[in-house]
């Protein structure tokens, strides 16, 4: 059995989550509540040294880091989450690398409560999230080319970075109204089966 060190609204767990469904994997999850700061124990630090969110053991082995996860089921199980063509994989990444390392990590809570701390009252959460993924969707709309996708007819690993991170924009205000190919794609996804389980409402919590 697949153990899968959890939080329910943890953006990159909920990534993992949905490749796991895709694959068709069966797991247990195993929650880390970050709101009571379970992550810096040292239980949790001998288990993955920089306290984050998702761990996976599988194969008698751990491995973090949601997008190397993620791409581990991808060259393990061929899951088609990136395509042939090595362009189009290029593309794919870069679409998927737009939400993972340029939106993901500036909103990160450990990341915005810094900030919100020293920004002498001057900051808040609402309007840190709404300007970061706003701006960070903005130009994702531009990237997109239309559909039911974020590239091409099927699922990719853009998809799956999307996903988690359009939940994030509606939890937090984020006008969409001026994007009408996330809002289309994310309709789209929220029908998908595995993306359907992995959302953080079909989490206990």
Not at 36 to 51: D, V, W
Request: glycine letters at 8%; one cysteine or more.
């Amino acid at each position: 059995m697949i153990r899968l060190y959890d939080y329910w609204r943890s953006s990159a767990s909920y990534r993992v989550r949905i490749a796991l469904g895709i694959a068709g994997l069966p797991w247990e999850s195993l929650p880390v509540d970050l709101l009571k700061g379970e992550h810096h124990s040292p239980e949790y630090h001998a288990i993955n040294p920089q306290g984050l969110l998702p761990v996976v053991e599988m194969d008698g082995q751990r491995f973090s880091q949601s997008l190397a996860i993620i791409e581990f089921l991808e060259e393990a199980h061929g899951l088609g989450l990136l395509p042939d063509d090595l362009r189009d994989r290029a593309r794919v990444r870069a679409l998927a690398y737009a939400i993972a390392m340029d939106i993901h990590p500036i909103c990160n809570p450990r990341v915005v409560n810094f900030a919100i701390a020293h920004s002498n009252g001057g900051m808040t959460m609402e309007v840190w999230m709404r300007n970061f993924i706003g701006a960070g969707f903005s130009a994702l709309e531009d990237m997109l080319a239309g559909g039911d996708h974020c590239f091409g007819n099927r699922v990719t690993l853009a998809d799956i970075c999307l996903a988690p991170q359009l939940y994030n924009a509606v939890r937090w205000g984020v006008d969409l109204a001026a994007m009408p190919k996330i809002r289309r794609i994310g309709a789209h996804l929220e029908t998908l089966p595995a993306f359907a389980a992995a959302h953080p409402d079909r989490q206990a919590h």
